[in-house]
Nanobody
Framework: QVQLVESGGGLVQPGGSLRLSCAGS????????MGWYRQAPGKQRELVAAITSGGSTNYADSVKGRFTISRGNAKNMVYLQMNSLKPEDTAVYYC?????????????WGQGTQVTVSS
C-alpha cells in the first residue's frame, strides 16, 4: 500500500522557519511529481509547491521566494523549507504524489501536518 507521511509541522512565530518532511513508501516515487498543498478551514486546498523527477519546480505566487521544495537523495523523501512565515501561511499541509502513466492516473495524499504561525 502506498503511504505518504508528513512531519515537521508545529507552532511558529511570524518571521520564523519550519521544514516539513514527507516520507513515502510502497511505490517508486522517482516516477512521480511530488507536491505540497495546504488547506485552511473554510478555504480550498491549494498547491504550494511541486517538483518533478528532473528537479523542475513550481511555486504559488504567495510563497515564491520564501519556500523551497526539494527531494532528498533518497527519492522517497520530499521537503518543504518555509522561511519568513506569515500568519496567512497557517494551514494543514499535505504531501502529494502524482503520476500519469498511459491511461492511468495515480494520486496519493498524506494525512497532513498542522502549521500554525502566530504570536
Amino acid at each position: 500500500q502506498v503511504q505518504l507521511v508528513e512531519s515537521g509541522g508545529g507552532l511558529v512565530q511570524p518571521g520564523g522557519s519550519l521544514r516539513l518532511s514527507c516520507a513515502g513508501s510502497g511505490t517508486i516515487f522517482s516516477l512521480y511529481v511530488m507536491g505540497w498543498y495546504r488547506q485552511a478551514p473554510g478555504k480550498q486546498r491549494e498547491l504550494v509547491a511541486a517538483i518533478t523527477s528532473g528537479g523542475s519546480t513550481n511555486y504559488a505566487d504567495s510563497v515564491k521566494g520564501r519556500f523551497t521544495i526539494s527531494r532528498g537523495n533518497a527519492k522517497n523523501m520530499v521537503y518543504l523549507q518555509m522561511n519568513s512565515l506569515k500568519p496567512e501561511d497557517t494551514a494543514v499541509y499535505y504531501c502529494n504524489a502524482h503520476r500519469e502513466h498511459g491511461l492511468s492516473d495515480y494520486d496519493y495524499w498524506g494525512q497532513g501536518t498542522q502549521v500554525t504561525v502566530s504570536s
